[in-house]
């Protein structure tokens, strides 16, 4: 790995370029809970959250680099190079790697997204050394070597496959291209048969070597782990592999910048011999940072989050049109897209989309009631809880926290700014997103005369 310069935040002094830096970023009750952040030389960034009442840690490495950072040939290079990294290090073969961590019972993963990528084990505490060397050794030690590059096509074709035999997991990407287009947020993750095809060792060696640099990574772990402890840890990791060369890098600043999507009324029809149609109704959602994200939450949880949610209400409950419906929301550094799904029978599909659209309607134009505010505040602040209840949550949500905002907030502050959102807040935030004309995405078996009424959902 070769360290390059990058946007980042303004460089120390040379006094502090030769020492690690450290900050309490977060101070939990009797050391529980307490999150520190230590930057090193190199520029990389390594956060902790401590909770000594558990048996097991989570370690993980986050890349400040996804799919949106692809040019249009190098679509699914990210994904790809997430795989390539589990192929084998100057120190270990892809089977040293993956039976390292089984002989201690482990779990290793990694997820690739637009923005980010992550790589992860999740072992008993007195584990986490041999956690720790492992990951270290697949982000700065990959070989990528071209055989290793031909062997795992197949599999990543067979992966785009078993994504294209999923409707319900297909309509999504085939949304993201209604809304945003050929772009690289509009591309699929996983990129596509011919760019996968096209893909050299070279290339993605090169891709490897720019955005896996120190400076782009945050090193992130949660469970009964000692910060100094993964500090000196993971920096003997990477000085070993030689990349914390340089003093005075300083760490990748989060993604910013402002996009604005101004698709509106468009129809993306792909035709597929399945038995439900699958369907995304959708507009322009809010960025990850815009601070009315907090209200966009709730109103999302109490039109579409629930099994007392209006959508799951009116369209399932009520005329039983379909098993699955429900509405999300996707937060992206300069933009985002609020959408609602559905599965249901082909010949019901446009009684599915009328009742869809007349609710967004009606809580663009009405509002919700207070009580449905207050219920959707309720779940949204159990179900934030709730999903921070392992290590594994917890290193996600620092990690991520770290690449994404460079801030922490704990649960405590998450939790007052859900219990803070106002029925005023939630109204207009639901008129503002809501009141955009939506864009349709569907799959399925419809027939000509069919696809004609779509754009009647759209219009």
């Not at 050929?182 to 060792?201: E, I």
């Not at 134009?365 to 309720?378: H, Q, V």
């Amino acid at each position: 790995m070769t360290s390059r310069s990058s946007r980042a935040t303004a460089r120390p002094s040379s006094k502090e370029r030769a020492v690690a830096r450290t900050q309490t970023l977060l101070q939990g009750e009797n050391g529980i809970g307490t999150v520190r952040r230590t930057t090193l030389p190199g520029g990389l960034r390594i956060v902790t959250e401590t909770l000594p009442s558990v048996r097991s840690a989570t370690f993980g490495i986050w890349a400040h680099v996804g799919s949106r950072d692809e040019t249009p040939s190098l679509n699914g290079a990210t994904h790809y190079l997430e795989h390539l990294l589990f192929k084998g290090t100057e120190r270990r073969s892809a089977l040293d790697i993956s039976s390292a961590i089984d002989a201690v019972g482990g779990e290793m993963n990694a997820f690739t997204a637009k923005e980010y990528t992550c790589y992860y084990a999740r072992v008993l505490d007195t584990d986490l050394p041999l956690a720790i060397d492992v990951v270290c050794d697949m982000l700065t030690g990959s070989l990528i070597l071209q055989e290793d590059v031909d062997a795992e096509r197949g599999v990543i074709l067979e992966e785009i496959a078993m994504t294209e035999d999923d409707p319900g997991d297909c309509v999504h990407d085939l949304f993201a291209h209604t809304m945003l287009g050929d772009t690289p947020l509009g591309r699929p993750v996983l990129g596509t048969v011919d760019t996968v095809n096209a893909l050299t060792a070279e290339r993605v060696r090169r891709f490897y070597q720019k955005h896996y640099d120190p400076t782009h990574l945050v090193v992130a772990a949660a469970g009964n782990v000692d910060h100094a402890t993964v500090v000196r840890q993971v920096r003997r990791a990477f000085e070993k592999a030689g990349a914390l060369t340089r003093t005075d890098a300083v760490p990748l600043a989060p993604r910013d910048g402002r996009r604005s999507l101004r698709t509106a009324g468009k129809v993306e029809l792909l035709g597929r011999k399945t038995e439900q149609a699958h369907v995304v109704l959708g507009m322009p959602g809010l960025a990850r940072t815009d601070e009315r994200r907090w209200a966009l939450g709730v109103l999302n949880t109490a039109l579409g989050g629930g099994m007392s949610s209006r959508l799951f209400q009116e369209v399932r409950e009520k005329r039983g049109l379909a098993y699955s419906v429900y509405s999300y929301t996707s937060g992206f550094a300069d933009c985002g897209l609020f959408g609602v799904y559905a599965g249901c029978r082909p010949n019901q599909v446009h009684d599915v989309l009328k009742i869809c659209r007349d609710e967004l309607n009606r809580v663009a134009s009405d509002g919700l009631t207070d009580d449905e505010i207050g219920r959707a505040i309720g779940q949204l602040s159990g179900s934030t809880v709730l999903g921070l209840e392992d290590t594994g949550a917890l290193m996600n949500r620092i990690g991520k926290s770290e690449l994404c905002w460079g801030t922490q907030m704990s649960v405590d502050e998450m939790l007052a700014r859900i219990a803070a959102v106002t029925p005023d807040e939630v109204r207009t935030v639901a008129a503002e997103v809501l009141g955009h004309r939506p864009s349709l995405a569907v799959i399925g078996p419809l027939k000509d005369r069919q696809a004609d009424r779509l754009q009647e959902a759209v219009s």
